[in-house]
T-cell receptor
Framework: GAVVSQHPSWVICKSGTSVKIECRSL??????MFWYRQFPKQSLMLMAT?????????EQGVEKDKFLINHASLTLSTLTVTSAHPEDSSFYIC????????????FGPGTRLTVL | TQLLEQSPQFLSIQEGENLTVYCNSS?????LQWYRQEPGEGPVLLVT?????EVKKLKRLTFQFGDARKDSSLHITAAQPGDTGLYLC???????????FGKGTRLSVIA
């Protein structure tokens, strides 16, 4: 149990386009999902916390108009990188908190975004 | 300020050796989780420790939560090349708040 999927697993896009990444909890309901960004050989950097049915809470320094987050249901959150630039290239990972399992977070496999 | 100090950052050892990774904080956590991440993949939850002084074993891995719930350690016995990866500790605070992550320990076990 506690499986989280992400789609796509990798994407290459041109500068200026928008990219949507989906995060789904497959076998549990996630009232809260988190979006992270990870640079090579570094730890996870929290971008935002997403609660089902409400606006996401963004970490300091993360542009909410650039990284749009929607958490429309208890099993799906999306991250849209708008007007992507090469510096947005990174590994994006989501995680979901199972409301029946307390503090534990379960991570998706990540999405590798490359902006040309 | 890094709330969770993880050490060492890098560790390269021979197969069969033992090692310990530490996670320290001045803050109290309601629970602490250890994850392992391989390149190009998401972190995988290894264990959650909740009670001060708790010890959990997962095959050759032993996890301990400090009595005051401010620190934790991961001990690997007889490391194998398959243990290679990035080990992350993460502390949970009360309420529906995000986990606080350490910077990670990159372990390389050489055959």
């Amino acid at each position: 149990g506690a499986v989280v999927s992400q789609h796509p697993s990798w994407v290459i896009c041109k500068s200026g386009t928008s990219v949507k990444i989906e995060c789904r909890s497959l076998d549990f309901q996630a009232t809260t999902m988190f979006w992270y960004r990870q640079f090579p050989k570094q730890s996870l950097m929290l971008m935002a916390t997403s609660n089902e049915g409400s606006k996401a809470t963004y970490e300091q320094g993360v542009e909410k108009d650039k990284f749009l987050i929607n958490h429309a249901s208890l099993t799906l959150s999306t991250l849209t990188v708008t007007s992507a630039h090469p510096e947005d290239s990174s590994f994006y990972i989501c995680s979901a908190r199972d409301r029946d399992r307390g503090d534990e977070q379960f991570f998706g496999p990540g999405t590798r975004l490359t902006v040309l | 300020t890094q709330l969770l100090e993880q050490s060492p950052q890098f560790l390269s050892i021979q197969e069969g050796e033992n090692l310990t990774v530490y996670c320290n904080s001045s803050s109290v956590f309601s629970s602490l989780q250890w994850y392992r991440q391989e390149p190009g993949e998401g972190p995988v939850l290894l264990v959650t420790v909740v009670t001060g002084g708790e010890v959990k074993k997962l095959k050759r891995l032993t996890f301990q939560f400090g009595d005051a719930r401010k620190d934790s350690s991961l001990h690997i016995t007889a490391a194998q090349p398959g243990d290679t990866g990035l080990y992350l500790c993460a502390g949970a605070r009360s309420g529906n708040t995000p986990l606080v992550f350490g910077k990670g320990t990159r372990l390389s076990v050489i055959a």
